[in-house]
C-alpha cells in the first residue's frame, strides 16, 4: 500500500532559524538586545565587547547568543580573528566615529528645524549621530503655524518631536509661540540667535563680530550687504563652508540639538 504525503508532522520540533554570527570588528553598529542600547564596537574586553553610543558613553556586553541587532535582526557577536579592537575616530558632533555606516531605519519620531539653512548646518554636524539613530530632520517654513503641523503630525508615545527654534528670547514672537505648545511628546528648544547663520563663531569666517542689522532689514541681506557677501544664497555657501565640526558653533545650539536628538531617541520605538 501506497503511503499518503501529509506533509510536515504537526508533532515535529520546528526548525530553529540560524542566527548569523558576525566579527564584532571596529566601528560595527550594533543595539543590544536585552537593553536597547546603541552604540559602536571600540575594543573587546575581559567580559565581553565594548560598546560607545554617540556621546561616547561604554558600555561592556557580554558576546551572548543572539544577543545582538543590526537593522533590527538578531546576530550573535564573535571575537574577531585579527588584533583587539581599537578606538575610532570623532564625528564632527564630537560622537565616536562609525566607518561603513548603513542609517538605521527611520524612527517615528522626528526634529523640526525652521529652514533651509538650519537643516543643512545640523546636517554637516550631526548628520553623523542622525544616521545611526535613525533620526529623520525636516525643515519648516517657519513656525508661525506650529500648533497646527504638531496636531497634523499627530504625536504619542515612541512619535517624539523635537524643534529648533531661532531666536528663542524672553519676549521674542518665537518665545510666545512656543509657550503655546502643551504637549509631552514635543520638546522645543532653541539659541538666542536671531538666524543659525549668527550661531556659527564669527572668527570661523573670519570676522570679529557679525554686524548689527537695522530692524527694517531683512537680516540675511543686512549682514550680506556689510559684509559684502553677494546674495544671501553666496553668503550661505559661505557660512557652511566654513563649518567643520561642533568647535566652530555657539554652546547654545550645541546644547539645544544634543537635546533634541536625546529627546527623540528616549522612546524605544526602534
Not at 554637516?124 to 503630525?153: C, N, T
Not at 553677494?230 to 557652511?240: A, D, I, S, T
Request: charged share 25%; with cysteine; hydrophobic share 40%.
Amino acid at each position: 500500500m501506497r503511503a499518503h504525503s501529509y506533509g510536515n508532522d504537526v508533532l515535529s520540533t520546528p526548525r530553529r532559524r540560524r542566527v548569523r554570527e558576525i566579527p564584532a570588528e571596529p566601528d560595527l553598529v550594533v543595539e543590544d538586545a536585552s537593553s536597547g542600547f546603541c552604540g559602536a564596537v571600540v575594543r573587546m574586553a575581559e567580559g565581553g565587547v565594548v560598546l560607545a553610543d554617540r556621546h561616547g558613553a561604554e558600555r561592556v556586553f557580554p558576546l551572548s547568543p543572539a544577543g545582538f541587532l543590526i537593522d533590527g535582526k538578531p546576530v550573535t557577536l564573535t571575537r574577531p580573528a585579527t588584533a583587539t579592537a581599537t578606538s575610532s575616530t570623532r564625528s564632527a558632533s564630537g560622537s565616536v566615529q562609525v566607518k561603513g555606516l548603513r542609517a538605521r531605519t527611520a524612527r517615528n519620531s522626528r526634529i523640526w528645524v525652521e529652514g533651509k539653512h538650519d537643516a543643512e548646518l545640523v546636517e554637516r554636524i550631526w548628520g553623523h549621530d542622525l544616521r545611526v539613530e535613525g533620526v529623520v530632520v525636516e525643515p519648516l517654513d517657519g513656525i508661525d503655524h506650529l500648533d497646527a503641523h504638531i496636531d497634523e503630525f499627530g504625536t504619542g508615545p515612541g512619535r517624539r518631536l523635537g524643534v529648533l527654534v531661532d531666536h528663542l528670547v524672553t519676549g521674542s514672537k518665537e518665545s510666545r509661540l512656543v509657550a503655546a505648545i502643551d504637549d509631552e511628546n514635543v520638546l522645543v528648544t532653541g539659541h538666542p540667535y536671531v538666524d543659525i547663520w549668527q550661531a556659527v563663531k564669527p572668527g570661523v569666517l573670519g570676522i570679529a563680530r557679525w554686524p548689527e542689522v537695522p530692524k527694517h532689514v531683512p537680516w540675511k541681506d543686512g549682514i550680506c550687504a556689510a559684509l559684502g557677501w553677494g546674495e544671501p544664497y553666496e553668503g550661505w555657501q559661505r557660512v557652511l563652508g566654513a563649518v567643520r565640526d561642533f568647535r566652530d558653533v555657539e554652546t547654545p545650539l550645541i546644547g539645544a540639538v544634543e537635546r533634541l536628538i536625546d529627546f527623540v531617541t528616549d522612546t524605544g520605538d526602534g
